[in-house]
């Protein structure tokens, strides 16, 4: 199965290592294929977003990279390393937040470390910090029925931060929430990418919020699932992010991409 | 409820019961019936009686170790029969068995097994026990939210922390509600242990109460044994409406 590359916009590719490789990785559920022969780099320090119609894999390869689903044949190597399993290299975003319904906010936001061992007094201030950083100071102890979706979904992001994980996976984080605490998602998730030097691997199936966060993006197709097109958009987010959806290149990667899922979508 | 605006205490409408009681008590209707007045009276005076003491903790002792053993065995089995399909498969037949089975009937052969003594009686007490909560247990496990264990084990999660860090609690509004239907059915199960094994404790009482027509004392034995299992079953209940707040957003 042959792999296009195809490139828009003026930027050329640059030279950066990857912090994630997929490599000819395939994923049968008894006689369905859900991945064929998928390859795909993921540069360190990027947001790399998995986009295509619902059914085509894209929470699966998730999956298989976060090491919940073993892959039926292929290899997948973070920092180098081959993946066996879930591993501290890598945490998890949940598209339903999964957390702890009975634990207070700063117990959740420490959870990934309480499980890693880590003692009482140095994960709470860990986890302090992060609530600071996503913006919920002062609600460290509240309970998650007492905050709106968007807030228990920051609780989700402090928890995947505080472990310090190279790579994070989001499975459509932000699909639970409502537009407009999307939007500022969608901003704080860009300002993340900078100042966090992490690598983001980010699903959606939204092709606006794709264009709008990714420095690269991915466009899986299904049956059976594979890598139909990278594209890596050069929008300048130099002018502030509010120009980013008025930027031609922006509306013409959109429209691209649309032209090419259109005829997989029922 | 509210009458006319006063808000009556919780349960005013065992005042209207008891007055009832105290009526027909009191009509000398039959030997079966004294009244109320009577009835607390002579509970006054028994809960004093080295005997009275002697049949609570006796039935103390059978209940408690009963229920335990039934607590400890039962939450356990439930979770894990809730996480693997093979021991589900296993065993929740004989669960289902058992929680309907007439298990009164099943305590001959117990005597037969396990001998005349408090043993025996304990064996029933958790037998009538301890299959709502496993059943309860089960379903708490089954109810969880698929993504709460791929969360936990995406963060490193031994099976030894998830059963205690995240089944345990996830499946907790459920085992308390196991918990506290068990309870109420071990007490039926310890009296009649008492009853049909050996005749000790609080069985003895009523035994000995009801064969002599000593009715107040019957009443009375009878008044401190609901009193025990309600508030019992009432701190339980206390205890769900503690975790009640999750149980709805899991």
């Known amino acids: ?266 | 409820m509210t009458i006319h605006g006063y808000k009556l205490p919780m349960m005013s409408s065992l005042l209207v019961w008891g007055l009832l009681w105290e009526i027909v008590g009191q009509l000398d209707l039959t030997f079966f019936v004294p009244p109320l007045s009577e009835v607390l009276v002579t509970l006054f005076g028994l809960v004093q009686t080295p005997a009275f003491l002697r049949a609570l903790s006796t039935t103390a002792y059978a209940f408690w170790v009963g229920v335990i053993s039934a607590i400890v065995i039962g939450i356990p089995v439930g979770i894990l029969m809730g996480k693997s399909r093979l021991l589900d498969e296993l065993l929740l037949p004989w669960v289902n068995i058992f929680l309907s089975a007439p298990l009164t009937a099943l305590v001959p052969v117990l005597m037969v097994l396990f001998g005349f003594g408090t043993k025996t009686i304990i064996i029933t007490t958790a037998l009538f026990a301890v299959w709502i909560i496993i059943l309860n247990a089960r379903a708490g496990v089954r109810n969880i939210n698929r993504s709460l264990v791929e969360m936990s084990r995406s963060f490193g999660a031994s099976p030894l922390d998830a059963f205690f860090k995240i089944y345990f609690w996830a499946a907790l509004p459920e085992i308390l509600g196991g918990v506290r239907i068990g309870v109420i059915r071990a007490v039926k199960g310890v009296i009649i242990g008492q009853l049909l094994i050996s005749i000790v404790g609080f069985g003895a009482l009523f035994e000995l109460y009801s064969s002599n027509f000593l009715m107040a004392e019957f009443w009375a034995v009878l008044i401190v044994l609901f009193a025990l299992a309600f508030t019992l079953s009432e701190f339980l209940a206390f205890l769900e409406r503690k975790v009640a707040y999750y149980a709805a957003s899991r």
């Open chain 1, 1 to 266: 199965m042959s792999q296009i590359d195809l490139k828009i916009g003026t930027a050329a590719m640059p030279v950066t290592d990857s912090a994630v490789s997929v490599r000819n990785v395939s994923k049968s559920y008894g006689q369905v294929e859900a991945l064929r022969d998928l390859s795909l780099e993921f540069p360190r320090g990027q947001l790399t977003s998995l986009l295509g119609p619902s059914g085509c894999g894209k929470t699966t390869l998730l999956k298989i990279i976060a090491g919940l689903l073993p892959a039926s044949s292929g290899t997948i190597e973070v920092g180098g390393k081959s993946v066996v399993g879930p591993g501290p290299d890598r945490a998890f975003v949940l598209q339903d937040f999964a957390l702890l319904p009975w634990a207070s906010v700063i117990r959740n936001v420490a959870f990934g470390l309480e499980l890693r061992g880590v003692s009482r007094s140095e994960r709470e201030a860990k986890a302090e910090k992060y609530i600071r950083e996503v913006g919920l100071a002062g609600f460290e102890k509240s309970f998650p029925h007492e905050l709106s979706g968007g807030m228990r979904q920051r609780v989700g992001l402090a928890r995947a931060l505080s472990v310090d994980a190279q790579v994070l996976l989001l499975d459509e984080p932000f699909s639970a929430v409502d537009e407009q605490t999307r939007r500022k998602f969608q901003e704080d998730l860009i300002a993340l990418v900078q100042n966090e030097n992490k690598t983001f691997i980010f699903v959606t199936h939204s092709i606006e919020e794709a264009v709008y966060v990714s420095d690269q993006i991915a466009i899986l197709l299904p049956r059976p699932s594979r890598v139909h097109e990278i594209i890596r958009p050069s929008i300048s987010r130099a002018q502030g992010l509010g120009s980013i959806r008025r930027d031609p290149e922006y509306l013409d990667i959109v429209d691209e991409i649309w032209a090419s899922l259109r005829s997989y979508v029922e």
